[in-house]
């Protein structure tokens, strides 16, 4: 536990948690001159975004919960002078299926002649490849277009429009349902499917949800870096955070762990933040409360009416092998295979039915997945021994699990959720995957399984949901104020993954609390 400050003063920002928004809030505003208070529930800062070693004895730092990179802005990067890079994906994924009884697959990625054959080869003609590019190309105009307002000052919905500058992509992101388009340019299951993947991540939703939450999902997950590509973090996801801290800390901002914060009070100019420590409570004093927490959470330290209630819908599973299973697919290459996205049970009929099921309250038959290798593509997670004997993580993040499924009884629907979820894999490679997992210290095997309630006991996350609350439009909307980070109370700001344009490891919300702040003490 990080000792208190040694004396009761008044801070220009108390910021409420130390998860990589609060921490990139931290860092901007003590570079600006600011004094800065970091108070951490844990013992150690990173919240979500962590490198962890989760399995006894053996020498392999996993990216534990939030795992890929693509929306944190460069921007965020060198105005920090973060030592900290991304690595690109050589395969952007890989889908397994069965033709006609014979096991093939969709590569996407390896270069344009790669990528067109194996739509070829899967469709038996040119045209899903040539929809595939013209889908894409949209999208990548829209990426251009609205990534770089994420870190200015909120549009409003017609400014944005006008940015984006294409009716036609706009109609088909911001109004119809993502499902309308997909259906539109695709006509072979399976490519519907995988693009349909990307609206679903962390998301309850079918692809014609009138609510419009899988279009919110989908356009933050193709916007990144202006491309919609989705980087490995080198060193792990703890690599971001270590580097934030010790920029924040350089700074001098004072990173306090073992503080849980309980209450807020603010009446727009001075705030005091009671936390509670091992040996007791205190309280310190601010010009500016900034919460790196969930809506939830700070309407609980303010002692404001909840918002409604969110929830989670992952299963999240880390796995270390000894080797790389075997693919029933000829064609395809382990190697290539599971360092993208490796994608598992998700034609587009396939993510139908299993959000069908879970909204009638059953496991689905055939839970949908997504795996990726991170040590492909960055092997210094590894440490030297499993490094020399081949060894590899394995990521796989499930859809379609919403929290309200696990609560009859937890522990029992997690392992039969695991081991469908695993029978899923197994379909499509030619030896079981249990004969890869390599095992710990204690002779066990190396996989840890983690529903929405666990990362609500372990993170805080409310109904596990891991953008805190549904996505909102990277526009202003009714109550937004000018950065999306403002609250009712005009001294305490949202800087979490709740926040207008929160959501994944952005630092965005940390970056626009602080722009807010900045801009406040200006006035």
């Given at each position: 536990m990080t000792p208190p400050p040694s004396t009761l003063r008044t801070y220009d920002a108390v910021i409420v948690g130390g998860g990589h928004n609060g921490l990139v809030a931290a860092a901007y505003l003590a570079?600006?001159?600011?004094?800065?208070?970091?108070?951490?529930?844990?013992?150690?800062?990173?919240?979500?975004?962590?490198?962890?070693?989760?399995?006894?004895?053996?020498?392999?730092?996993?990216?534990?919960?939030?795992?890929?990179?693509?929306?944190?802005?460069?921007?965020?990067?060198?105005?920090?002078?973060?030592?900290?890079?991304?690595?690109?994906?050589?395969?952007?994924?890989?889908?397994?299926?069965?033709?006609?009884?014979?096991?093939?697959?969709l590569l996407v990625g390896g270069g344009e002649r790669r990528t067109r054959e194996s739509f070829a080869r899967l469709t038996g003609s040119q045209r899903e490849y040539a929809a595939w590019q013209r889908f894409y190309a949209m999208t990548g105009h829209v990426a251009q277009r609205v990534f770089p307002t994420l870190t200015e000052p909120l549009p409003t919905r017609d400014e944005l429009r006008r940015r984006v500058d294409d009716e036609t992509a706009w109609r088909a992101l911001f109004e119809e349902p993502v499902g309308v388009a997909i259906e539109e340019h695709f006509a072979d299951d399976l490519v519907r499917g995988v693009a349909l993947t990307d609206a679903l991540i962390g998301t309850f939703a079918d692809a014609h949800d009138p609510s419009l939450a899988q279009n919110r999902c989908f356009l933050y997950h193709v916007i990144g870096g202006g491309t919609g590509a989705w980087d490995v973090p080198v060193g792990g996801m703890g690599a971001l955070t270590d580097a934030l801290a010790d920029a924040a800390r350089a700074a001098g901002a004072v990173l306090a762990t073992g503080h849980e914060a309980v209450r807020i009070d603010a009446d727009g100019h001075r705030a005091e933040v009671t936390f509670r420590t091992a040996d007791g409570e205190g309280v310190a004093a601010a010009r500016h409360v900034l919460v790196n927490a969930s809506p939830r959470e700070l309407a609980a330290l303010t002692g404001d009416a909840p918002p409604p209630p969110a929830e989670g819908a992952q299963l999240k599973v880390n796995m270390l092998l000894t080797r790389l299973p075997r693919l029933r697919d000829p064609d395809a290459d382990p190697r290539e295979a599971f360092a993208g996205t490796f994608h598992i049970a998700e034609?587009?009929?396939?993510?139908?039915?299993?959000?069908?099921?879970?909204?009638?309250?059953?496991?689905?038959?055939?839970?949908?997945?997504?795996?990726?290798?991170?040590?492909?593509?960055?092997?210094?997670?590894?440490?030297?021994?499993?490094?020399?004997?081949?060894?590899?993580?394995?990521?796989?993040?499930?859809?379609?699990?919403?929290?309200?499924?696990?609560?009859?009884?937890?522990?029992?629907?997690?392992?039969?959720?695991?081991?469908?979820?695993?029978?899923?894999?197994?379909a499509h490679l030619a030896e079981p995957l249990a004969d890869c997992l390599a095992t710990d210290a204690d002779g066990r095997p190396c996989i840890e399984a983690r529903s929405p309630l666990d990362l609500e006991r372990d993170l805080g996350l409310p109904g596990g949901n891991i953008f805190h609350r549904e996505l909102s439009w990277p526009h202003a909307q009714e109550g937004t104020g000018h950065w999306g980070v403002e609250t009712a109370r005009a001294n305490v700001l949202l800087c979490g993954a709740g926040a207008v344009r929160g959501g994944g490891v952005s630092g965005v919300p940390g970056h626009n609390a602080a722009m807010a702040v900045l801009e406040r003490d200006k006035a």
């Open positions: 570079r600006a001159g600011r004094s800065v208070l970091v108070l951490e529930r844990l013992d150690h800062t990173g919240g979500a975004a962590v490198s962890t070693e989760p399995f006894a004895g053996v020498d392999a730092r996993l990216s534990r919960y939030s795992y890929l990179v693509s929306l944190l802005p460069r921007k965020i990067v060198r105005d920090l002078g973060l030592d900290f890079r991304v690595r690109a994906r050589t395969i952007s994924s890989y889908t397994p299926v069965e033709r006609a009884g014979r096991p093939t697959g034609g587009y009929e396939q993510l139908a039915a299993a959000h069908a099921q879970a909204a009638a309250g059953e496991l689905p038959a055939a839970p949908p997945s997504e795996i990726y290798c991170h040590s492909l593509t960055d092997p210094t997670i590894l440490g030297p021994g499993p490094a020399a004997k081949g060894m590899h993580t394995l990521t796989l993040f499930g859809l379609h699990t919403p929290a309200r499924l696990f609560a009859r009884d937890h522990d029992a629907v997690r392992e039969e959720l695991l081991r469908s979820t695993l029978a899923q894999l197994d």
